[in-house]
């Protein structure tokens, strides 16, 4: 089994930089998952790691530590558009389903 | 190019009765997925269907089955319906048959049982 947590809520200031932590404790680690959901709507994909390290896209950054089960999103210049819930979600070695954390709401405020 | 689509948007039920939810995948995609999002919660994994084959389930009773069409669609049944299955019901598609390709989720179907 899996077990994934991140943090509730976190508030951050438009302009700023904001890190989501996620930590897992998975056997079979294979990779890590990162969404976006705005309320009422579908997840939309962000990134996905296997490999540690940090990828970059643009604005989001994602990182991932397999040997301390540790990731973070990074979000870099804040924009009110960016406030939504961020999921983590890990897969496991010989699995087909995505593990998510409970998400972590992110309000952007002026 | 179409992403996933979902019908119906919302439904009302009332306990006991039964449900039917619809799934269409991605352009390109024939693995079709279904998660159970409760308010408040990450979505919880309920099957997989490639090949239209049941390939995993996660923990979920018999209540709730599924099925998937030749043309790689798929609808989400589930019977005897109790408040507590009042969620957001997420169907995502993914593009093969590795455990890694990424699952592109769909708007969602809003169930309400009272």
């Known amino acids: 089994g899996q077990n994934i947590d991140q943090p509730t809520e976190m508030t951050a200031t438009e302009g700023a930089i904001v890190q989501i932590n996620c930590t897992y404790q998975?056997?079979?680690?294979?990779?890590l998952f990162w969404y976006q959901q705005h309320a009422g709507e579908a997840p939309t994909f962000l990134s996905y790691n296997v490999l540690d390290g940090l990828e970059e896209k643009g604005r989001f950054s994602s990182f991932l530590s397999r040997s301390k089960g540790y990731s973070y999103l990074l979000l870099k210049e804040l924009q009110m558009k960016d406030s939504a819930s961020y999921l983590c979600a890990a897969t496991e070695a010989g699995s087909y389903q995505l593990t998510f954390g409970k998400g972590t709401k992110l309000s952007v405020i002026p | 190019d179409a992403g996933v689509t979902q019908s119906p948007t919302h439904l009302i039920k009332t306990r006991g009765q039964q449900v039917t939810l619809r799934c269409s995948p991605k352009?390109?995609?024939?693995?079709v997925s279904w998660y159970q999002q409760a308010l408040g919660q990450g979505p919880q994994f309920i099957f997989q269907?490639?090949?239209?084959?049941?390939?995993q389930r996660g923990n979920f009773p018999d209540r709730f089955s599924g099925h998937q069409f030749p043309n790689y669609s798929s609808e989400l049944n589930v019977n005897a319906l109790l408040l507590g299955d009042s969620a957001l019901y997420l169907c995502a598609s993914s593009p093969g048959e590795r455990s890694t390709d990424t699952q592109y989720f769909g708007p969602g179907t809003r169930l309400t049982v009272l």
């Open positions: 269907y490639y090949e239209e084959e049941e390939r």
């Open positions: 998975t056997s079979g680690f294979n990779g």
């Open positions: 352009s390109g995609h024939d693995t």
